[in-house]
């Protein structure tokens, strides 16, 4: 029978003999226990009698590949909240199909086969690869089988072409669902290839680079995916580097932010002798990302610069540097840690740019960054504390003032217990005022606007610091501006504060205000006290 099906196939249109055989595997995977069948499943015999034959082998193989390239996957337009339960049924069971069809294969093809295997090598790869991004997407509606079928598809390839190391990967990691961990599968699985062939990444990446123009979500992710690792091994062919930069920085702007993230991780892993003439596509994309709409796009962002700035020179940056620090003064704020101090790590090492011609304007840049960088060097979370105290140092620096670079190599600067935090404030306020009166003004506005922060203990920050700033402060008019306001704020949080940290920190601040040995600050309490303590406070 299966000599007659190959002859059939031989003799005809063999294209037509395929997809009728794969149609009857998907019918038997609706109807029938194809594991427990008497005798066997006669399409996996099928399969098998088209993997040895010298002429079919390498025409099935394409067809079936072809049919996996070709499937529409509505399923994956789930993005847009849409659901299609009869066309996913129906693709579902086409895949299942073709995926045992492959493992068949894989499996039984003996020499015949795996010469074929190795012949397209690079379009077997890619399309498992790219089913790996489908079936996650499937098993996130809920639907796991594709996903086990397409495991025991991609182990059978490994165990064909004699990949021991691809397979342990898929073993250790295959069954891994989340978005991260699959991502980071297909990523694992690129290196791999790319150490043991790589005379295969550059055929690999041809076929993966159109494939981010697919409509398929998860198939654009699974190749942004492997993309962003195997350009790092594509340093052969300088022209085929400048494709793979332009296809990333062209889907930078995809509809998912997990290929834009991707493609940005792949921009800044291009190699180091071909950086250098990309550093301002590059830049440029960063610039664009850390507005991103999403804010795992926007950390990606803060990361990339950070190891763009380790290797860009001077010229390549000073266009963006502006730019750079207002979009990173921006994400210091963020809910998330990690963004924050992240945010403040890159700024601190973008000050290391701003010297020469933009040094003045920089400068101010820092200025306006300084008060919320202070606040932070206390932060609940002690990998912001860490990135605050390092980008501190760094601009310390840069402002080219002795006692404060003195000042970072104090205890109580690198200290995490409260108390010596505002030994470090009441240092660093006297610093201030000595070397930057006439900002104190300024920096006094930024410190108010974080008394209603979301944190309470940079709420605390604020607070301690303001009153700092205020009693040594010998300017009548910035005093009758803002003592009046501090004052009665601190009244009120006294009073209402649901927070110890707060309502302990406006006590000492109230003590330090009225203890101020300064006479101008205590002519504006006498004059004003009494108008605040009739004042209702908000």
């Not at 996913?88 to 294969?105: I, V, Y």
């Not at 973008?350 to 040094?359: E, I």
């Not at 404060?404 to 205890?411: G, K, P």
Request: aromatic share 6%; charged share 20%.
């Amino acid at each position: 029978m299966y000599f007659k099906i190959s002859c059939l196939a031989e003799d005809t249109n063999s294209n037509v003999v395929f997809n009728e055989v794969l149609a009857a595997a998907g019918r038997d995977i609706v109807t029938k226990d194809i594991s427990r069948l008497r005798g066997g499943w006669p399409m996996q015999d099928a399969f098998y009698a088209f993997a040895q034959h010298t002429a079919l082998s390498c025409l099935f193989l394409e067809h079936v590949v072809s049919v996996l390239n070709q499937m529409p996957m509505s399923k994956v337009s789930m993005e847009k909240g849409e659901s299609h339960s009869l066309d996913l049924s129906a693709e579902e069971d086409t895949l299942q199909a073709a995926l045992l069809a492959l493992t068949a294969f894989f499996r039984g093809g003996g020499k015949t086969g795996k010469k074929a295997v190795e012949q397209s090598y690079a379009s077997v790869l890619s399309v498992l690869i790219l089913q790996l991004g489908s079936c996650h997407g499937l098993s996130g509606s809920g639907m796991q089988e594709p996903l086990r079928t397409l495991l025991g598809t991609f182990q059978s390839f490994c165990e064909c072409v004699g990949d021991l190391e691809m397979g342990k990967i898929l073993a250790r990691d295959g069954g891994q669902t989340t978005n991260d961990k699959w991502i980071d599968l297909i990523g694992e699985l690129a290196c791999s290839t790319s150490i043991k062939r790589p005379k295969e990444v550059l055929p690999i990446c041809t076929i993966l680079r159109a494939a981010l123009s697919r409509h398929q979500r998860f198939q654009r992710e699974a190749a942004a995916a492997a993309l962003s690792r195997f350009i790092c091994y594509s340093d052969g062919v300088a022209s085929f580097l400048e494709q793979m930069v332009q296809a990333m920085c062209l889907h930078v702007s995809d509809d998912s932010p997990t290929v834009r993230s991707l493609c940005l991780r792949a921009l800044v892993q291009i190699p180091e002798p071909h950086m250098i003439h990309h550093i301002a596509e590059v830049l440029g994309v960063i610039v664009a990302l850390l507005e991103d709409p999403d804010e795992s796009v926007q950390l990606t962002a803060v990361q990339c610069l950070q190891m763009v700035l380790k290797s860009s020179p001077k010229d390549a940056v000073d266009p963006v540097l502006l730019n750079l620090s207002v979009r990173l003064r921006n994400l210091q704020i963020s809910m998330n840690s990690k963004m924050r101090s992240n945010a403040f790590l890159a700024y601190g090492v973008l000050s290391n740019y701003g010297v020469g011609t933009q040094h003045e304007a920089f400068l101010e840049q820092v200025h306006a960054t300084l008060p919320r960088l202070i606040l932070h060097v206390h932060d609940d979370d002690v990998t912001v504390r860490q990135a605050c105290r390092t980008a501190f140092r760094q601009l310390s620096a840069l402002m080219e003032v002795d006692s404060l670079s003195a000042l970072v190599n104090t205890r109580c600067f690198n200290s995490d217990r409260r108390s010596d935090y505002e030994d470090f404030l009441r240092s660093l306020a006297k610093q201030l005022s000595q070397n930057f009166a006439t900002r104190a003004s300024t920096y006094l506005s930024s410190v108010i606007q974080a008394f209603d922060a979301p944190w309470p203990v940079i709420q605390a920050n604020a607070i301690y610091f303001s009153s700092c700033m205020l009693s040594l402060l010998d300017d009548q008019r910035s005093l009758a501006s803002f003592l009046p306001e501090v004052f009665g704020i601190l009244v009120g949080k006294l009073g209402r504060s649901p927070d110890t940290v707060v309502r302990t920190t406006c006590s000492l601040a109230l003590g330090i205000l009225l203890k101020a040995s300064n006479p101008v600050t205590w002519s504006c309490l006498q004059l004003d006290l009494a108008e605040f303590s009739r004042k209702p406070q908000d």
